[in-house]
């Protein structure tokens, strides 16, 4: 089963009558070795991105409609066997039938990566991190001035990933018994263990899971997926913390390492041009030329910059809760989930695999750069009518880029000015189609190219064609439930598809004046 099917069927107990339009894009593997930047020597990962979107038609005759987005990467560490699934965005348009689908696509997305009967990648141990952040909107642009979105409330946000990752561990553990073993952290920077569970309430229903309060660097029973340097060494903070794009953990870590006791924060050492030895006016090079020579030896060798070797785990999180994401007025969480099953792995046959070798369905990591940086910068969905044409303009993209690029033939919505009888002019048809990447060439130095540390992948990058797309990449599915009915008090699910609460006015009673 792909991850296509697998998310398809996650969603057919849900509740109502309607059709679901899926679209998957999982990337390619490339070599990455910026998960850990601070390790010696360098531990070398290999990066796939993952886009979900989801569409919904409410009837047959209606137009499909965005309801649900999900952005997410895993890094493959075969040194230790070990993958990291990082969810980095979700959003909702709150334009689709109640309930929404939101959860019960994050449950399955989740559940086929933790369960090693279905995990595509040839590891023992899984590490899923989240950072939750109450916003209006992530992935969807303007979806917030819909009024049929109501986003979470920080501590409501955090009680709903709680109660997803719970749901998680529990079907695992009814479905793998003792293969699996399950172990869940999550920490609320500045509030201690009673405070976190007093401000969740109700938000995070009580399960049967086992939930620690703290970080998952202490524990000895599921492999890190980073390697001490060597045999009887400990490991330092840069081993410990994984750095993920748009993370609060990785831009705390920077300035660690930037860190030291006697000279307070220092920016990095920039590198300097070879020059034709003539000292600048005022300056001292040969202090300069000393102090980079000493910094070269010290990477070199290995040594641990600024206070990554002097902070610990624990004090790390303690510093935490005074970070600026963290004290911002909003209640903010981080979760994490590790997955061990070393004797559950099926196939072993996959560890002969080249960690770089495509796998069908894949597409490249370029194809998926220019739908998100489509759906992020050429579309809107504040309207019903602009997400509809955003809707269709998208996925038609994904095919056409599947079917060698042709044109779109739908053009943008005309916005009429009574008032001058102006309008805004249609847009060519034949410029619709999104243009293909151009990354500028790298610039010289010293005349030369710049020599690029990273060897180049020997298998070449996939290419998308309409079998890809009907067999891995756009599926569909009809959901024919018995409806829910609505509570008068509804908690929505991820940003809209919630019923507001009710709200009893009370009236106050006038004293009647008596006569004298």
């Not at 009837?59 to 230790?80: G, K, L, M, R, Y």
């Not at 000895?220 to 993920?244: K, M, N, V, Y």
């Not at 710049?450 to 060897?455: G, N």
């Amino acid at each position: 089963m792909n991850l296509r099917d697998a998310l398809l069927a996650g969603l057919t107990d849900l509740p109502g009558t309607r059709e679901f339009h899926l679209h998957v894009l999982v990337s390619s593997p490339r070599k990455h070795q910026n998960l850990y930047p601070f390790s010696s020597p360098r531990l070398r990962t290999y990066l796939q991105d993952i886009l979900i979107l989801l569409s919904e038609q409410q009837t047959p005759d209606s137009p499909p409609i965005f309801v649900s987005a999900v952005e997410a990467c895993v890094h493959n560490v075969p040194t230790t066997s070990c993958a990291i699934l990082y969810v980095s965005k979700v959003d909702s348009t709150g334009q689709g039938m109640w309930p929404s689908p939101t959860a019960a696509l994050l449950h399955a997305f989740l559940l086929y990566y933790a369960d090693p009967t279905t995990r595509p990648i040839a590891s023992d141990h899984l590490w899923i991190h989240l950072f939750a952040r109450a916003q209006n909107q992530y992935l969807f642009p303007n979806s917030s001035d819909f009024p049929g979105k109501r986003p979470l409330s920080d501590t409501k946000l955090c009680g709903w990933w709680k109660r997803v990752f719970s749901d998680v561990a529990a079907t695992i553990a009814s479905q793998a018994r003792d293969v699996c073993h399950t172990q869940l952290y999550y920490v609320l920077p500045g509030l201690s263990e009673f405070e976190a569970s007093q401000s969740l309430g109700a938000s995070a229903a009580p399960t049967s899971v086992q939930w620690t309060y703290g970080h998952p660097y202490a524990q000895t029973e599921i492999p890190l997926p980073c390697p001490p340097a060597g045999d009887g060494e400990h490991r330092h903070l840069g081993q410990f913390i994984p750095s993920f794009e748009d993370d609060p953990k990785s831009r705390f870590m920077d300035e660690l390492a930037y860190t030291t006791d006697a000279q307070g924060v220092k920016s990095p050492v920039r590198k300097r041009s070879r020059t034709d030895g003539l000292k600048p006016y005022g300056g001292d090079s040969d202090g300069d030329a000393e102090k980079d020579k000493e910094d070269g030896h010290r990477r070199k060798k290995g040594q641990i910059p600024g206070e990554l070797k002097t902070v610990t785990s624990h004090e790390f999180w303690e510093r935490m809760s005074f970070r600026q994401e963290c004290v911002a007025g909003a209640v903010t969480g981080f979760f994490v989930m590790g997955v061990s099953s070393p004797s559950a792995r099926p196939d072993n046959s996959r560890c002969d695999v080249s960690p770089l070798a495509p796998q069908p369905g894949q597409v490249s990591c370029q194809m998926n750069k220019r739908i998100m940086s489509s759906l992020l910068t050429g579309h809107e969905f504040s309207t019903v009518d602009r997400a509809v044409w955003s809707t269709k303009v998208l996925e038609e993209s994904i095919k056409g880029l599947c079917d060698g690029l042709k044109p779109i033939s739908h053009p943008v919505p005309t916005v009429h000015h009574h008032d001058s009888g102006r309008e805004t002019p249609e847009p060519d048809p034949s410029r619709s189609t999104l243009a293909p990447p151009q990354t500028p060439p790298p610039r010289l130095v010293g005349g030369k190219r710049p020599v690029i540390d990273v060897s180049p992948n020997p298998f070449p990058e996939p290419v998308a064609s309409l079998d890809t797309y009907h067999s891995h990449i756009y599926g569909s599915a009809t959901v024919s439930n018995t409806p829910l009915t609505r509570k008068t008090v509804d908690t929505p699910l991820a940003g809209g598809g919630g019923g507001l609460p009710a709200v009893t006015v009370l009236t106050a009673r006038k004293k009647k004046r008596t006569k004298a």
